[in-house]
């Protein structure tokens, strides 16, 4: 694997990441209860 070639695997994981953690937080609010704040 190039220098390149791993950047773009991060960059793609990184976006991955991002999309999902919305999701993500979604349903571990919902699993544990709303956070009081």
């Known amino acids: 694997m ?3 070639s791993t950047n773009d ?3 793609e994981i ?3 990441l991002e999309e ?3 999701e ?3 349903s571990y ?3 544990t ?3 009081s704040s």
């Open 2 to 4: 190039t220098r390149s």
């Open 14 to 16: 990184d976006s991955l």
């Open 20 to 22: 999902n953690a919305e």
């Open 29 to 31: 609010v919902q699993r």
């Open 9 to 11: 695997a991060l960059d």
């Open 33 to 35: 209860g709303t956070p």
């Open 24 to 26: 993500f937080v979604k």
